[in-house]
């Protein structure tokens, strides 16, 4: 009797140990990925010292800051329209990144400081208790829309140089928020079919 509750004793630890080693990341990556923090489309989300809130989202095949200047993406503009603030102390939110559904990931468009009439909101501020208002300008082919993810995060994804085999725009152990867009295949679609041929996209206000 002993030896069949020690065999069976065994075989549970056995078991217990493969059903712990499965479910524990044995990668850097995994181990020190960001701490995010998932919400959706209109309800804010709050990720470590500051708060973001999406908007709405928007689509555009070229962009003025001044009427005369014309800016032209490498597939179409998608416009994140967002609020945030911080928490505690001043911040920036100095990453933000489009995640598609199969791996590929886009940041925010240098084009972006050309096509705002005025800072985009990156560069502004963020104080606790007031709600910053800007936009995230990203230049993504229509056909890797649906089931984007916003990525934002207070910390610079080039702030140091990731170990050998880090994801390329993971940051060790750091807040971010991951906002789904919301956009199924169909969704896509229209977002691209309606985005408009030249968008003005104001600045960081308050």
Do not use: C
């Not at 050309?114 to 300008?137: K, Q, R």
């Amino acid at each position: 009797m002993r030896r069949v509750v020690a065999a069976l004793t065994g075989l549970a630890l056995l078991v217990a140990a493969w059903w712990v080693k499965g479910r524990t990341p044995d990668d850097y990556d995994h181990r020190y990925a960001p701490l995010a923090t998932e919400g959706r489309v209109g309800a804010p989300v709050r990720a470590g010292g500051f708060v973001v809130r999406v908007d709405r989202v928007t689509a555009a095949r070229s962009a003025t800051p001044d009427g005369d200047q014309v800016v032209r993406p490498d597939g179409v503009f998608v416009i994140v329209a967002v609020s945030a603030q911080s928490r505690r102390a001043p911040l920036l939110l100095t990453t933000a990144l489009l995640r598609t559904r199969d791996g590929y990931v886009y940041r925010d468009t240098v084009k972006n400081v050309i096509a705002n009439d005025g800072d985009p909101v990156e560069m502004a501020t963020l104080v606790p208790g007031v709600w910053t208002h800007g936009s995230f300008v990203f230049e993504v082919p229509p056909s890797k829309l649906a089931g984007a993810t916003l990525v934002v995060s207070d910390r610079a994804a080039n702030e140091k140089d990731p170990p050998k085999d880090f994801p390329a725009f993971g940051f060790e152990l750091t807040a971010e928020a991951d906002v789904p867009l919301g956009l199924t295949e169909a969704g896509a679609r229209r977002l691209v079919a309606n985005a408009s041929e030249r968008a003005t996209i104001p600045g960081a206000s308050t």
